[in-house]
């Protein structure tokens, strides 16, 4: 990174437990916060030129990092927050909080987003992975998104063109960037939207942890079922290994209780999925990314 002039910020051997919500991860050598996207794409740039390899974050939610660190560049899109709102319809950056434009479009009365009050990562991690809860999930809200390649430069795609399915997009294979989302919303009735929101936030509140560490759900819900069901009915509420503990309230969550280790998370996984196979003949698939 020596010689780039970052308008953002840059720093060195930054702990990966400060950039993941399960706070874990030993050091990566460079952290860039670019200013906007035009910096964004230029740091990828020239890492690209230079042979560094890097890794795009935003929120750091449904991550895994290892304990060893990150050799190379953390490349991290949170201050890409503007966003533009136009009748029933917004154009923002990909660091934005999803949940902060969830709040932002119920205050303008806007519905579509309500799913998203408590989901804890950025508009551009929610598309690639197609994030939803309680029935509802990004693919039906994407009207256009802007990506980015190296070897095609900035492009425009609509939602359609994306291969969304069940919390998965064409973008998570295909090494494609998300810089920008144009979302569509519905007019709503300011009264109905909130109380929607509020009993989205309070089933959050009943049915995951919320004092302790976590990535969110760790498994992809099997074909016709639940993953926690399968976890809980195995007996794993509440077991440990090392620091890493699989969630009382919701088995389907692994939580750090202070002293985790990727390693311990990595183990429990492994059983928990091992196990659930072996009672039920149901090979779970992680939603995180173990990087």
């Not at 509020?198 to 509140?205: A, K, S």
């Not at 009915?233 to 503990?245: H, L, M, S, T, V």
Request: charged share 25%.
């Amino acid at each position: 990174m020596e010689g780039m002039t970052i308008r953002g910020r840059l720093e060195r051997g930054v702990p990966m437990s400060k950039l993941t919500t399960w706070r874990v991860g030993g050091p990566a050598s460079f952290v860039v916060w670019p200013a906007d996207a035009e910096e964004l794409i230029s740091v990828l740039r020239r890492c690209r030129e230079r042979g560094l390899r890097t890794l795009v974050l935003g929120l750091g939610s449904n991550v895994l990092a290892p304990d060893e660190g990150w050799e190379g560049v953390v490349v991290i899109t949170t201050l890409l927050r503007q966003a533009e709102w136009r009748d029933n319809v917004v154009r923002a950056g990909a660091g934005c909080s999803l949940a902060a434009l969830a709040g932002e479009a119920a205050r303008r009365s806007l519905s579509g987003l309500e799913f998203a009050c408590g989901i804890p990562g950025t508009l551009g991690g929610a598309v690639v992975m197609n994030a939803g809860a309680y029935g509802s999930d990004m693919s039906g809200l994407v009207a256009r998104a802007q990506i980015w390649t190296p070897e095609s430069g900035c492009q425009e795609r609509s939602g359609s063109e994306l291969g969304f399915s069940y919390r998965r997009s064409t973008l998570q294979t295909c090494g494609r960037l998300v810089t920008e989302v144009t979302l569509s919303l519905r007019p709503g009735e300011p009264a109905a939207v909130r109380r929607v929101m509020d009993d989205y936030r309070e089933r959050r509140r009943q049915t995951q942890p919320r004092a302790v560490p976590s990535a969110g759900s760790v498994f992809r819900n099997p074909p016709g079922d639940y993953a926690g069901r399968l976890i809980e009915q195995a007996g794993w509420k509440k077991r440990r290994i090392g620091g890493a503990e699989v969630s009382a309230s919701n088995a389907n969550f692994i939580v750090n209780r202070g002293e985790a280790t990727a390693a311990d998370i990595t183990a429990l996984i492994a059983a928990v999925r091992a196990d659930v196979e072996r009672r039920f003949r149901v090979r779970l698939e992680t939603e995180i990314k173990i990087l």
